[in-house]
C-alpha cells in the first residue's frame, strides 16, 4: 500500500498517486498522437517518367531498337528476333542493328537504345553474344527489359 506503514520504516512519506496519473495521461497522450505507417505495397523505386504505362499512351514513331530472345524447348536453341523479323545468324543480326543505328544517327537521335528482352529460359551466352554486337557496333546505351514469363 503506498504510503502506508508504521512512520520508523518509512520515515518520508511519498504519495506515487499524482506521479502514477502523470505517466497514465503521458501514455494515453503517446498512443493517440502515434501514427501508423502502412508500408505494404508502397516501393521506393526511381523510375524513368517517360517510359512505361505512366508515359504517353501513343506511342508514335519507334524510339528503340528491340531485340527478343526466346527459347525453342524443340530445338533447344535461342531464337532472336528484332521487330517482327527472326533473325538466324550473328551477321545478320550485326547489319539490321547496323542499319537502324545509322538511320537514328541520321535523325539525330544517336543515343537511342537498345533493348534486349529475354526469356527466364535464355541461357546468358546468348545475350552477352547480343551485348557483344551492339558494343562492337558502337551502340553505347543498351537496356534490358523484363520478358513476357519472367513473373512466372
Known sequence: MAGGGDAEDNPVNINVVPMVDVIFCLCVFFMCSFKIKQLEGKFASWLPKDKGVGGASDPGEIREMRVALFWD?????????????????????????????????????????????????????????????????EIEKIEFAMGANAGK
Not at 524443340?74 to 537502324?100: K, M, P, S
Not at 543505328?101 to 543515343?111: A, C, I, N, R, T
Open 73 to 137: 524447348a524443340d530445338t533447344q536453341r535461342t531464337r532472336r528476333q528484332y521487330g517482327h523479323r527472326e533473325v538466324a545468324e550473328d551477321d545478320e543480326l550485326r547489319r539490321i542493328l547496323d542499319g537502324a543505328h545509322q538511320d537514328f544517327v541520321k535523325q539525330g537521335k544517336p543515343d537511342t537504345p537498345v533493348i534486349i528482352d529475354g526469356a527466364v529460359e535464355v541461357p546468358w551466352q546468348d545475350i552477352y553474344t547480343v551485348v557483344n554486337i551492339c558494343k562492337g557496333l
